[in-house]
């Protein structure tokens, strides 16, 4: 039952590298395209043979927080969200996460912009300290400081404090105590709490050996892996406890902490974090769209799409908790004006954005206008969607297209479909080994336009939606509604989510040697459409619940 | 005989480096090692080409440029006109030329003026944006492949400011990415530029206290905080592996360049310029014109301070949608820099194209201004140029290049010089810029885009 994993390295299909012809007279004489690196010969067992490729992942033992996790952590210290990670610079995303531990470098801005966001943070915990010592209540002195600054850096820094780690804390506390007394000392020892290493990056230290190439983690390590990954944020109290308490030595003591947190309102920022980071949704409220081709565009609409989409997210992956659901579901969250806006036959009248029910054709994940509307200006572009779909459903890598290919369609014109003069560079057998890979996928969803409306015709042409996912157990479909549902049924696709997750959950690209790991959590997801049964069944797998010995050379 | 001579320049790398004459602008500090003041640089990023045919001055002999009749062209060629706009394939210099449409702004230090042509950005198409400050390609989740020019500058010229690089803009991007960013300090690793006003000033000016004492006191506090983390830093990294004590490395190095921007002094010389209105609204296209003054205001008293003496001005960001309606231009900026030609009113959005290209170079011209009046101008050189040259083709061959200032002299200023076709990239304009400031390099970006430093730039020896 467990399938192997396929991973489309195109150059496997021996199509997609070779040389491309100039065929701009002004173009000079185009360098060979080489092959990508690691690109097995097509084998029998595709799966295996992508494992051999892949170098071993590099280590992911000490891990830089990410915006959103620091954002969250200062918000559970101070009370209140302050923006402490504004301007800091975006994360870089490596296999489309931000928490790969390798990639998260600490820029010299980031410092520059943190260094003022933390004496803003200390300020504010300095005028209320109460919450981290009641001595503070009535008592101003330095043992209380203390014990402000002990109780403030432990929760910060996610560990108990040693003598070694207050006294330079202190002493930020005594030059501004000298000068401002017991609040401006108190800000200054929270500014370099917030400042240090310990509040920015998730250490875990080199344990004994409890598995061939597996190390132990402590228990307020296991917690700190369950909190940044199923809350993407802080552990609370109970999770500390339970660790404290040796509750998190065993893999059962871990589920049952899992599960009660699945249950916490903190679990639904796990669950958006992964989808905003899988389907790039920031690049949604970005779009433009040319006004001479979409008249009903307005400068609202990529905002409303957005929230449409967040809602839509909520309901299917959140309160229903089905992958399924996500991509087929037959409703959405609309406004006004989007209803009017895509003229679906949908009753106009809403308090907002409430829940409406939709026509066949607009089922599912791949007929939300948000998802409809990130590629293509004045067009469509069944290229880009196509290689959307085939990067994040599928798993596929495919290399970007020579340099000196002009890689902007031509304009539009009233003689032909988008889809007949993309076919035309696409049937060019230099062209075609890597588009057919994403062109067909694209030309499936042509009945939706650019901007995200459904339309029978383009300039007078009637437009055929007859798409083709190659090389998949997918096949041919019609229409964004029917991919979403061969998508559902997939296991090409269930494979591909699964090492997205696991990528989200672990930090790290997925190796060889995760392989037995893989292909149990497959054999799961083959059985259920839960979002909940993945986290918990990552949370007990080798990989989350220990470290392997080559991160801690 | 100035440093700065012809041998110098093409001198190899097996030198040892050069200090720099002191300059005789009153607002720089003198530098206890090395000799004052090593110049500035200060790229200008525009987005979407400009029109060439409006932009590179008519050549010797030729006949100013005038619109043809777009009427003529076929309806199914959608291109009426040559892919690569150039005056001339052969090599030339004409110091008698005459300023074109985009230029014209520049009249008032055509004298300090340069203007390339027949140069190539190593890339074409949008993503060239990144590609003509790195001259690299960029890799496939659309980054750079490597250090920019003002990024690699500022190593050299930018060690002892307060910002070796200083990242400034107008509504512009505000993610890595090859669009966004024409300052990288190394692969994959964008410098943003700064687009809020209030938060440039508050990054330059604003954590200077009024009087000495309370920039001691201030000094105090945050030289504690930082001792604070640098101890605890010291500790974590003890127990660490060797890649993540790298990762550490560079955290510490974060922490040593703001340990360096509070113990730099602001010249007394300079004044603290008037903070820009609390919540200010940056983003809004209606105040473009005044958040550019406020933004180049702030940038000109930063160099004229010596607060940094490299950087990078971008105007909003590549494939932008702006628009322009203070000019008049209400189509978007990237529609206009993809006509056509068989529009109807394909000469009024033309016209909108070369507005805007030279509204930037108004903007350039005032920046120039400013900085004479704060006596920050000599030894200054602007490099304006654009990724492509008319973007509907997304080609990148000979694109807009312009150069203002000079450097110790260096430069033969005041004329059009135009190359052999394919002859240079645009590394071969950079590593010049490079070297005019002592830099001792051989390539700049992709080794195998440099051909040899442009000498036909510099005053003969």
């Known amino acids: 039952m467990s399938r192997l994993f396929l991973v489309l390295s195109i150059a496997t299909i021996g199509g997609c590298s070779g040389q491309i012809g100039d065929t701009a007279p002004e173009t000079p004489p185009p360098p060979t395209v080489p092959p990508p690196p690691d690109t097995p010969a097509p084998p029998a067992d595709l799966g295996s043979a992508r494992w051999a490729a892949l170098p071993n992942t590099t280590p992911g033992a000490m891990r830089r927080l990410t915006n959103t996790e620091i954002e969250a952590m200062v918000t559970e210290l101070v009370g209140e969200h302050i923006g402490f990670t504004d301007g800091f610079p975006p994360e870089e995303r490596v296999g489309g996460f931000e928490n790969n531990a390798a990639a998260l470098t600490f820029p010299p801005t980031l410092f520059e912009r943190a260094f003022d966001a933390a004496r803003r943070a200390g300020e504010i915990v300095a005028s209320n300290p109460a919450p981290f010592a009641p001595c503070a209540a009535d008592t101003r002195n330095r043992t209380c400081g203390e014990a402000v600054v002990r109780r403030f850096a432990e929760r910060a820094w996610r560990r108990p404090l040693d003598d070694e780690d207050l006294t330079p804390l202190m002493a930020s506390y005594d030059v501004g105590a000298d000068q401002g007394g017991f609040e401006l000392g108190l800000t200054l020892a929270v500014q370099a709490t917030l400042l240090s290493a310990p509040f920015f990056y998730l250490v875990e230290d080199v344990r004994e050996e409890v598995k061939p190439g597996l190390l132990a983690l402590s228990g307020a390590e296991r917690a700190n892996r369950l909190a940044f990954f199923l809350w993407r944020g802080p552990p609370d109290d109970a999770l500390r406890a339970a660790a404290d308490a040796g509750d998190l030595d065993t893999p059962e003591g871990v589920e049952a902490q899992a599960q009660r947190m699945l249950d916490r309102p903190q679990a639904q920022r796990s669950i958006t974090e992964f989808h905003r980071q899988w389907l790039e949704l920031e690049r949604m409220t970005e779009v433009n769209k040319d006004l001479q081709y979409f008249p009903n565009w307005t400068d609202e609409i990529p905002g409303k799409m957005r929230t449409e989409l967040d809602h839509y997210l909520e309901q299917t992956a959140i309160v229903e908790d089905s992958v399924e659901a996500l991509l087929t579901a037959r409703y959405s969250f609309q406004d006004e004006t989007l209803r009017r806006y895509y003229q679906d036959g949908i009753a106009l009248e809403a308090n907002g954005f409430d829940r409406v029910d939709l026509p066949p054709r607009r089922s599912g994940l791949l007929a939300r206008g948000g998802f409809l509307i990130m590629e293509g200006f004045d067009q469509t572009s069944p290229v880009l969607r196509g290689l959307f779909i085939r990067e994040k459903f599928l798993c596929g890598e495919l290399p970007p297209p020579p340099d000196f290919v002009d890689d902007i369609p031509s304009d539009p014109t009233p003689a032909e479909t988008t889809r007949e003069r993309a076919e035309a560079h696409a049937n060019d057998p230099l062209c075609r080994g890597c588009h057919q890979f994403m062109d067909p996928i694209g030309f499936g969803l042509e009945r939706f336009d650019a901007a995200g409306r459904w339309r029978d015709m383009e300039s007078s042409h009637p437009i055929d939606d007859r798409g083709e996912v190659v090389e998949s157990d997918i096949g041919v479909f019609q229409g964004a509604a029917e991919l979403g549902a061969k998508l559902a049924k997939s296991e090409y696709f269930r494979a591909c989510f699964v090492r997205k997750w696991f990528r989200f959950a672990i930090g790290r690209m997925e190796s060889k040697a995760d392989l037995p790991t893989l292909q149990a959590l497959d054999a799961m997801m083959a059985t259920t459409d839960s979002y909940r049964a993945l986290q918990l069944a990552l949370t007990q797998t080798d990989a989350f619940l220990y470290r392997r010995a080559e991160d801690a050379r | ?461």
């Open chain 2, 1 to 461: 005989m100035s440093r700065f001579d012809r041998r110098f320049f093409l001198r190899g790398t097996a030198g040892a480096v050069i200090g720099l004459p002191a300059l005789a602008s009153l607002s720089r500090r003198a530098e206890a090692q090395t000799t004052s003041a090593p110049g500035r640089f200060v790229f200008f990023a525009h987005p979407l080409g400009m029109y060439p045919e409006l932009f590179f001055p008519t050549p010797p002999g030729g006949v100013p440029y005038t619109f043809p009749d777009v009427s003529a062209c076929n309806p199914r060629q959608t291109r009426c006109r040559p892919r690569t706009y150039r005056t001339g394939e052969t090599a030339m210099s004409n110091p008698d030329f005459p300023l074109s449409r985009t230029l014209a702004p520049f009249a008032p230090y055509r004298e300090d003026l340069l203007v390339l042509e027949n140069i190539d950005n190593y890339s074409g198409n949008h993503k060239g944006y990144t590609c003509m400050s790195t001259g690299r390609p960029i890799n496939d989740v659309k980054l750079a492949t490597g250090i920019s020019v003002d990024q690699a500058l500022a190593q050299h010229i930018g060690r002892d400011t307060r910002f070796p690089a200083l990242q400034v803009g107008v509504k512009s991007g505000e993610t890595p990415h090859a669009r966004h960013a024409v300052s990288w300090y190394g692969a994959g690793r964008a410098a943003l530029p700064e687009s809020n006003p209030e938060r440039l000033f508050d990054r330059l000016f604003a954590s200077t206290p009024a009087n000495n004492d309370d920039l001691a006191r201030l000094r105090a506090q945050q030289q504690s905080v930082l001792d604070a983390t640098l101890g605890q830093a010291q500790r974590l990294k003890a127990r660490l592996g060797r890649a993540d004590q790298l990762k550490v490395d560079q955290y510490l190095t974060s922490i040593r360049d703001v340990e360096r921007r509070l113990s730099q002094t602001v010249e007394a010389g300079c004044s603290r310029p008037d903070a820009p209105p609390a919540g200010y609204d940056y983003k809004s296209t209606d105040l473009v014109e005044q958040t550019t003054t406020l933004q180049l205001d702030l940038l000109a008293m930063a160099l004229a301070c010596g607060l940094t003496n490299v950087a990078t001005f971008q105007m909003a960001f590549e494939a932008t949608n702006m628009r322009h309606p203070w000019l008049g231009v209400d189509t978007r900026w990237h529609d206009l820099s993809h006509t056509s030609g068989n529009e109807d009113n394909w000469i009024d959005l033309i016209n909108g194209y070369v507005d805007i290209a030279r509204w930037n170079a108004e903007q350039i011209a005032y920046f120039v201004d400013r900085l004479q009046r704060l006596e920050a101008w000599s030894d200054t050189l602007i490099m304006w140029t654009t990724p492509m040259h008319n973007a509907q083709y997304h080609n990148g061959h000979n694109i807009p290049i312009a150069l203002l200032g000079n450097i110790g002299n260096q430069l033969d200023t005041n004329r059009h010089v135009r190359f052999a076709a394919g002859e240079h990239v645009i590394n071969d304009v950079l590593l010049t810029v490079l070297r005019l400031f002592g830099v001792e390099a051989d390539t700049f970006g992709a080794p195998d885009a440099n051909k040899r430093p442009l000498t036909e730039l510099l005053r003969s020896a």
